[in-house]
């Protein structure tokens, strides 16, 4: 067993070595001299079958690949696009890569002992790309369109990410994008104006909750104070309680007589049926409780209504409690459970319209959900 896993790694060495060699040659062959730079380099680290194939194509592609490189640099350098430094330090990064190839491998370093590296350059290049993508998004914002702001996040986030804070101003200058770019949806729930409304904190809380779920980075935002929000939305999403009522009584009271199953009953020694009977009195107390809450969303750009629904919602509280006058034992287990109840106070205003709150979200979330699904 030992002996077929020696043979079969040998054979497995092989093979890597022969793909090695023709990888080498086939980049070579093609042109891609920084590829042959690193898979010869690769390769002669990794005791070749035949290190001297791996010598002479790196012995080759280095200075070819270097005065490829280096021509395009040329030509770059005397471009006036700002945005050639992008390319340039492209162009840095792939000698000093060719660098790190050759370097990484002792047998390379003797072929190629030394390899060129610019660190200098390129952090310059760096700086030169990053304030060319910073001043790119700048001009970007001044166009103004949705589009525009989206190309302008992407280079301001480049150029903070090839030079971090490479302006005081980037974080604000990315923020400025990005609200050029998203569609911009302003929620104003309006304020209930009846003295007696109770506090509608709750709604308003869960409503702002699943709107910030609906987010999508760069694309979509709501925006719940005029603060927050110093550009003119694209839509005004507006919520209102068009009625309400919280806490309508009333309580219904139910009398019956109920005659339990005939038992045999002996009294003194004398035995006779008798059938158990006692008079139920059944109390059912109702809070009902109604709201239709009033939704809006009205496209600011073309000064058109897009929705108008009046969503109607309600909340039962109920209670049930029972009194016997009589035998109990004529009751069903049911009707004394009722009988072992006490009447209870029902829930405060405040409570109630929380209760009706919930009836009113469960509407209202899928309906937005499907609303700003494909938003973008």
Known sequence: ????????????????????????????????????????????????????????????????????????????????????????????RSINAMHTSIVGCSKALAIIPNPERYERELQEANNNAAEAYYNLGVSQINIGTREAGREAIRNLQTANQLVPNIKPDIIQRIEQARLLAVFKVFVDQIPTQSSFAPNDEFFRNQINRHLISLRKTNTLDFFFTRAALPVP??????????????????????????????????????????????????????VRSTAIMEMKIYDQQNQRMLLHERIPAEYIWQHQWARSNGDQAALKPAQLALVNTIDRTAPDRQALFVSLCEKLLEQLRPRLTEQYRNQN
């Open 1 to 92: 067993m030992k002996s077929k896993l020696q043979i079969f790694s040998i054979f497995v060495l092989i093979c890597l070595s022969f793909w090695a060699c023709r990888s080498s040659r086939k980049s070579f062959e093609r042109g891609d001299y920084e590829q042959t730079v690193r898979l010869s380099s690769r390769e002669l680290c990794n005791r070749p079958k035949n290190p001297s194939e791996q010598e002479n194509y790196l012995r080759q592609s280095y200075p070819l690949a270097l005065q490829t490189l280096k021509t395009r640099l040329q030509g770059l350098q005397s471009s006036a696009d700002m945005m050639r430094w992008v390319q340039i330090a492209d162009i840095y």
């Open 233 to 286: 939305p694209n839509q005004i999403l507006s919520f209102q309680f068009f009625d309400f009522i919280v806490g309508e009584n009333n309580t219904q009271e139910r009398i019956e007589t109920i005659i339990g199953d005939t038992v045999k009953v002996n009294v003194n020694g004398t035995s006779y049926l008798q059938a158990p009977k006692t008079e139920l009195r059944t109390y059912t107390k109702t």
